[in-house]
């Protein structure tokens, strides 16, 4: 099926059939670009936890437990990885790749999921974490 055929929804091409060199199926949905598209649009969330010291262990299984468990779960959720540096024992990145910015900050952090998270991770936090978002340039 191309763009534009019966029960496909329309891209901007298959909508443009009156101007000059218009070929449908000529759109990133139908050339298969899609998925690399949204790979080049995805957020990074990147969480800085610092956590009580002689915990770090705990953490780190508590941590991938909550992701893989309750995170992974979550609209928009794409991957994730968790990091623990070496020269600061008691501290952790979490990356964690979202389709939109949105899916982290409204959808995940406005849901119950988000409290479930933060009981499973927040008793090991030493100080509140720091969460920034970063998108590919």
Not at 111 to 126: K, L, M, N, T
Request: aromatic share 10%.
């Amino acid at each position: 099926m191309l763009c534009g055929d019966a029960g496909v929804r329309q891209c901007s091409r298959s909508r443009a059939r009156g101007q000059q060199g218009y070929r449908p199926g000529l759109c990133a949905y139908h050339l298969g670009l899609l998925p690399l598209l949204r790979a080049a649009t995805m957020i990074l969330e990147i969480a800085d936890f610092t956590v009580r010291p002689g915990t770090q262990s705990e953490f780190g299984v508590a941590a991938e437990r909550g992701v893989q468990t309750i995170i992974s779960k979550a609209a928009g959720f794409r991957r994730h990885e968790l990091q623990h540096c070496i020269e600061t024992p008691e501290r952790f990145v979490l990356l964690i790749e979202w389709e939109t910015l949105e899916n982290h900050t409204v959808d995940f952090r406005g849901s119950a999921a988000f409290v479930q998270w933060r009981e499973i991770v927040g008793p090991y936090f030493a100080k509140p974490p720091v969460v920034e978002h970063f998108k590919r340039i």
